[in-house]
């Protein structure tokens, strides 16, 4: 059974720094790429970083130079590192995998920067 689990999220300062996660299990993780991907309140999901099986990396022009989304094959797992957030970076985040024919999210984890 294919699971795709984010933590991480929590309550930040304008300003601040968070580092999500994402453990996925029940796939062949070096085979998948792998996405972040956000929901403000009231808007569509957006994509927010990439990074493919590869290591090709990603980002929405709104994260760039803040953002930095990394992989480790070895523990399934991906990462999100942010910093300098700011109060339009409040979101449900979302993990996603995918490959040609397949693709899984998460449940979500909640970031919300306020003062």
């Known amino acids: 059974q294919v699971q795709v689990v984010e933590s991480g999220g929590g309550l930040v300062q304008p300003g601040g720094s968070l580092r999500l996660s994402c453990v996925a299990s029940g796939i062949i993780f070096s085979n998948y790429d792998m996405g972040w991907y956000r929901r403000a309140p009231g808007k569509q999901r957006d994509l927010v970083a990439t990074?493919?099986?590869?290591?090709?990396?990603n980002y929405a022009d709104s994260v760039k130079g803040r953002f930095t989304i990394s992989r480790d094959n070895a523990k399934n797992t991906v990462l999100l590192q942010m910093s300098s957030l700011e109060p339009e970076d409040t979101a449900v985040y979302y993990c996603?995998?995918?490959?040609?024919?397949?693709?899984?999210w998460g449940q979500g984890t909640q970031v919300t920067v306020s003062s």
């Open positions: 990074i493919t099986r590869g290591g090709v990396t």
């Open positions: 996603k995998a995918s490959r040609i024919g397949h693709s899984a």
